[in-house]
T-cell receptor
Framework: KAGVTQTPRYLIKTRGQQVTLSCSPI?????VSWYQQTPGQGLQFLFE???????NKGNFPGRFSGRQFSNSRSEMNVSTLELGDSALYLC????????????FGQGTRLTVV | GENVEQHPSTLSVQEGDSAVIKCTYS??????FPWYKQELGKRPQLIID?????GEKKDQRIAVTLNKTAKHFSLHITETQPEDSAVYFC????????????FGTGTKLQVIP
């Protein structure tokens, strides 16, 4: 079956702009989590969605938001981009988010200039 | 919240030798501990996981041990091969059960042929 798909793969934005990233989970998976990966900070948890509801949130400013649709696809939005937002954004899907294997997408590489 | 420390940050071993990566966690209620392998330019992939009701788990050349009392867990790779070269992340699932996974900072393993 198809894996986790993230679009776009690469993105270049200017400071102050906003960006939307998309994640399509594995069919049947209802939990989608988002992570920011940077060389200095490793993998940082952003938030997790299940059945269109945000269940958990990491320690990121309100400029980072997300949503999940009825088909479990999820989007992540970052407003008022800052240079420090440059990172690889990964999403991961799992059946129910509770101690089940999470499968990662290839990520979206965001560069803010 | 949960805090996961991972050591060492880099590890070089000769092909055929063993490699050990250690992690400690802070939340005594964490009960799920996955390990991910991330090859250069690729997505993290689960290689093994352990739940808190188990002390050790093996899968061919890979094993994970968990000491709940000391709140640490370790990844052991035996008979290392060049294709084991990658960054390895440990993680802990916070209490509450849902996928608010806290990752360690990663260990870059280099297997020298």
């Amino acid at each position: 079956k198809a894996g986790v798909t993230q679009t776009p793969r690469y993105l270049i934005k200017t400071r102050g702009q906003q960006v939307t990233l998309s994640c399509s989970p594995i069919s049947g998976h209802r939990s989608v989590s988002w992570y920011q990966q940077t060389p200095g900070q490793g993998l940082q948890f952003l938030f997790e969605y299940f059945s269109e509801t945000q269940r958990n949130k990491g320690n990121f400013p309100g400029r980072f938001s997300g949503r999940q649709f009825s088909n479990s696809r999820s989007e992540m939005n970052v407003s008022t981009l800052e240079l420090g937002d440059s990172a690889l954004y990964l999403c991961a899907s799992s059946l129910d988010g509770a101690q089940t294997e999470a499968f990662f997408g290839q990520g979206t590489r965001l560069t803010v200039v | 919240g949960e805090n996961v420390e991972q050591h060492p940050s880099t590890l070089s071993v000769q092909e055929g030798d063993s490699a050990v990566i250690k992690c400690t966690y802070s939340d005594s209620a964490s009960n799920y501990f996955p390990w991910y392998k991330q090859e250069l330019g690729k997505r993290p992939q689960l290689i093994i996981d352990i739940r808190s009701n188990v002390g050790e788990k093996k899968d061919q050349r890979i094993a994970v041990t968990l000491n709940k009392t000391a709140k640490h867990f370790s990844l052991h790779i035996t008979e290392t091969q060049p294709e084991d070269s990658a960054v390895y992340f440990c993680a802990a699932l916070s209490s509450g059960g849902y996928q608010k996974v806290t990752f360690g900072t990663g260990t870059k393993l280099q297997v020298i042929p």
